[in-house]
T-cell receptor, first 114, second 118 residues
Framework: AQTVTQSQPEMSVQEAETVTLSCTYD???????LFWYKQPPSRQMILVIR??????QNATENRFSVNFQKAAKSFSLKISDSQLGDTAMYFC???????????FGGGTRLMVKP | GAVVSQHPSRVICKSGTSVKIECRSL??????MFWYRQFPKQSLMLMAT?????????EQGVEKDKFLINHASLTLSTLTVTSAHPEDSSFYIC??????????????FGPGTRLTVL
């Protein structure tokens, strides 16, 4: 069974600064996919970034980037130039095959302070 | 990305009644949809996997007779909470994958339905 762990229940960052959210996972699969989802106060789950495990290059989406360390089973999210709108719950998630269930971490609540 | 809608966004019902929640994929077809439940300040908990044209697969501990799932078309799955009780009050979220794209592994989420049972 796969497990996903987010060790930081809450974090805060000053506006315009950089913050890194941690995520580790455990799996015996070799090919899989990792995601970061954002859940703002509206509670709509929004895809932030996606990483394919067989690609060594770290995924980036504008101010969001990941540090994917496959051997260490680590998948951290870096948010650069933090904005007030980044305030949300962030969930790390794992899937090993399309059509299968997502396994979520417990979430990290991020507060961006003005 | 693909768009998933849910209806209603919020529902209040009396104990003992049944409530139906709809999940629609608006611009793609989804052979598989997923239903989650989320308690305040917690992560999403998978309830069941909804398969078009066949029976849903329920996670351990989820009562299939209480949470009826119907996936009658490639764009619609419904979750019916039967004989609702106050402990069923929660936030229910559905998701689906767009199998017509490269990233079939990516799930897109509906906006959720807040159920309150009085």
């Amino acid at each position: 069974a796969q497990t996903v762990t987010q060790s930081q229940p809450e974090m805060s960052v000053q506006e315009a600064e950089t913050v890194t959210l941690s995520c580790t996972y455990d799996t015996s699969e070799n090919n899989y996919y990792l995601f970061w989802y954002k859940q703002p106060p509206s509670r709509q789950m929004i895809l932030v970034i996606r990483q394919e495990a067989y690609k060594q290059q770290n995924a980036t989406e504008n101010r969001f980037s990941v540090n994917f360390q496959k051997a260490a089973k680590s998948f951290s999210l870096k948010i650069s130039d933090s904005q007030l709108g980044d305030t949300a719950m962030y969930f790390c998630a794992f899937i090993y095959n399309a059509g299968n269930m997502l396994t979520f971490g417990g979430g990290t609540r991020l507060m961006v302070k003005p | 990305g693909a768009v998933v809608s849910q209806h209603p966004s919020r529902v209040i019902c009396k104990s003992g009644t049944s409530v139906k929640i709809e999940c629609r994929s608006l611009d793609f077809q989804a052979t598989t949809m997923f239903w989650y439940r989320q308690f305040p300040k917690q992560s999403l908990m998978l309830m069941a996997t909804s398969n078009e044209g066949s029976k849903a697969t329920y996670e351990q501990g989820v009562e299939k007779d209480k949470f009826l799932i119907n996936h009658a078309s490639l764009t619609l799955s419904t979750l019916t909470v039967t004989s609702a009780h106050p402990e069923d009050s929660s936030f229910y979220i559905c998701s689906a994958s767009d199998l017509g794209t490269e990233n079939t592994d990516t799930q897109y989420f509906g906006p959720g339905t807040r159920l309150t049972v009085l």
